[in-house]
């Protein structure tokens, strides 16, 4: 007997895409059955896609133990039946099979069918592909081996005759970096629940919400606003959607203008004192009570506290007071990054007290003397910072 080379199945956890790839190459042609040869360097890809899902979702949802692989001829022989038993949790399991080929086959092989059929552990086929026709090509000393070419699986476990899917009502409205959970039922043409239907689950937008595993309709939204699409597909085609309206959450609080003014005592200063509060998106959030107090200095604002406006900004006019050092203002949103900020306004060093006008009689000069505007003086009192 020749040496069969072993090829290998494969689930979708190591290409994203669930496959099973059989490939019997060892580059040369065996004798076989009268007009015929054993051929290798067969190879094909079973693809587990279903319409909107991504490659090998629906293989990574649906558990099967057996694999069994039929491939007849043209004349309608079986040239191949196989039952491949696939342990639960394992990656791979390992077949080795001649495949006969008819000695007038052309080079580029010899065309024949190809049945696939899943089984689970209580007997189920889950999953079958084909019959499809594939061409039987062998590989050729010194050359690469001819693309495999892909068999389509198709879910023919419980609730493969689902006609509908249906999401029951939950909370639609949540705050970004929410979790959300959602529950879903397959039904019959009849609306009556098939259970144990398996259930895709998926964001239509991954910047904004994610599904934690594609069999549960378990996520999180992310830092974002605005709607996203949730979805529950059947692994047949019927789906359904909800909507989430995501909320932004108020994240942190920055200047915009007004710090570090200069101003006059007891007035006030030429600009007001803006703030915005940020969402976890970056953006500007409305709605979020900002708290304006003086904490030195004396004076005061024209707020307490002032709730931002669509752009996220709130804004107060400070009167600086007549107290000496340091004059500031704080700004507070309880909980924000950045909370509180400080604002500073600069005033004079030196504040006028009293002005004394100094007058003199002009018949007092001397004559022939220059008259002169009569002098002034001010006191001024240091201020101490």
Known sequence: MPRFDRPTFRRAVLFGAACLLATLSCGREVTGPPGMSLMRGFAFD????APGLAHGVAGTLVDFTDVRVVLVNATGDTVVKRVIPFPNGADSVELGVDVPVSSSAPASGELMSLALAFINAQGDTVFRGGPVSVPVVPSRPGQAPPPA???????????????????????????????????????????????????????????????NTPGAGTGITLPARGPVAIIAQLLTGPADTVVLDIQPRAQALQFVSGNNQSGTFNAPLSQPLVVRVNATDGQGMAGVAVNFAVTSGG???????????????????????????????????????????????????????????????????????????????????????
Request: no cysteine; net charge negative; aromatic share 6%.
């Open 299 to 385: 004076g005061s604002v024209s707020a307490s506290s002032v709730v931002t406006d669509a752009s996220g900004l709130a804004q107060v006019t400070w009167t600086v007071g007549s107290g000496l050092g340091a004059q500031t203002v704080s700004a507070t949103a309880t909980g924000l990054v950045g909370s509180p900020l400080t604002f500073t306004a600069q005033l004079p060093t030196t504040e006028l007290l009293h002005h004394y006008a100094m007058t003199g009689d002009p018949t007092d000069a001397p004559p022939n003397s220059v008259p002169f505007a009569p002098p002034t003086a001010s006191v001024r009192s240091p201020v101490i910072a």
């Open 149 to 211: 070419p892909q068999v389509p699986v198709n879910y023919t476990g419980p609730g493969s005759q689902a006609s509908v899917v249906e999401i029951a009502p939950g909370v639609t409205t949540i705050l970004s970096g929410d979790p959300f959970a959602f529950v879903a039922a397959a039904r019959d043409a009849q609306g009556q629940p098939i259970a144990g239907t398996p259930i895709a689950w998926r964001s239509a937008d991954t910047t904004r919400a994610r599904i």
């Open 46 to 49: 079973a693809r587990f896609d």
